[in-house]
C-alpha cells in the first residue's frame, strides 16, 4: 500500500526559528518519487521539489532543505530562519509505480510563523 | 512562466445541478489530472487523462463524473447531479511526465 504519513499537524514558529517537516512515507516499489507542495493561505499548490528514491543526496535551495533517508523512509524539510510568508499548509506527497500516475499526499502540516 | 489555468474560481451549484470545471494545462505537457481537497483535509486524486482517454482514476471518480478534452487546450471536469459531499476545491495539474505535476489555482465549488 502506499501512504504517506506527515505526524506533525500543526506547528507554530516565531519569525528566524528553524523548523523541520517530518514525512514518513510507506511503498513497496524500489522505485518511487516524493515531492513537496506548498499551499499558501490564498490556496494554490505550489511545487517545491521532487526526489527520486535513488538520490539520496541532501538537497539546499536558498533557506530550504531536504533531508531523505530510505532507512528510514522520511523526506523530512527544514525551513531555515523562517519567515512570516512561509506561513503554510505544506503537503509531502508520494509517486510510484504502483500508485500509477496519481500522486498520494499527506495530510499536511500548517506552519504559522508570527512575527 | 508558463501555468495552469482553471475557471471560475468558486462556483455555487444546488443540489442535482450539473457543473463544469474547467482548465487550461500548460501548452506542452501530455498528462492531465483532477484531484480534489475537501476543507481542511488532505488532497485526492480523481482522474488522469494521456493521449485523449483516461490513464487512471481513483474510487472517488463514480459514474456522477467524467472528464474531457474538447479542444487543444482545455480540460474539463464534469460532475452530473452534484451531492452536498462533493463541495470542495478541485485542482487540475499537468505534467510532461507522470512526475512533477504542476497544479492551477483550484476552482472552490460549494453545492447547497
Known amino acids: 500500500a502506499q501512504k504517506v504519513t506527515q505526524a506533525q499537524t500543526e506547528i507554530s514558529v516565531v519569525e528566524k526559528e528553524d523548523v523541520t517537516l517530518d514525512c514518513v512515507y510507506e511503498?513497496?516499489?524500489?522505485?518511487?518519487?516524493l515531492f513537496w507542495y506548498k499551499q499558501p493561505p490564498s490556496g494554490e499548490l505550489v511545487f517545491l521539489i521532487r526526489r527520486n528514491s535513488f538520490d539520496e543526496q541532501n538537497e539546499i535551495s536558498g533557506r530550504y532543505s531536504w533531508n531523505f533517508q530510505k532507512s528510514t523512509s522520511s523526506f523530512n524539510f527544514t525551513i531555515t530562519a523562517s519567515q512570516v510568508v512561509d506561513s503554510a499548509v505544506y503537503f509531502c506527497a508520494l509517486n510510484s509505480n504502483q500508485a500509477g500516475t496519481a500522486l498520494i499526499f499527506g495530510k499536511g502540516t500548517t506552519l504559522s510563523v508570527s512575527s | 512562466e508558463p501555468e495552469v489555468t482553471q475557471t471560475p474560481s468558486h462556483q455555487v451549484t444546488q443540489m442535482g445541478q450539473e457543473v463544469i470545471l474547467r482548465c487550461v494545462p500548460i501548452?506542452?505537457?501530455?498528462?492531465f489530472y483532477w484531484y480534489r481537497q475537501i476543507l481542511g483535509q488532505k488532497v485526492e486524486f480523481l482522474v488522469s487523462f494521456y493521449n485523449n482517454e483516461i490513464s487512471e482514476k481513483s474510487e472517488i471518480f463514480d459514474d456522477q463524473f467524467s472528464v474531457e478534452r474538447p479542444d487543444g487546450s482545455n480540460f474539463t471536469l464534469k460532475i452530473r447531479s452534484t451531492k452536498l459531499e462533493d463541495s470542495a476545491m478541485y485542482f487540475c495539474?499537468?505534467?510532461?511526465?507522470?512526475?512533477?505535476?504542476?497544479f492551477g489555482p483550484g476552482t472552490r465549488l460549494t453545492v447547497t
Open positions: 511503498t513497496r516499489d524500489t522505485t518511487y518519487y
Open positions: 495539474a499537468s505534467s510532461v511526465t507522470i512526475y512533477e505535476q504542476y
Open positions: 501548452s506542452n505537457h501530455l498528462y
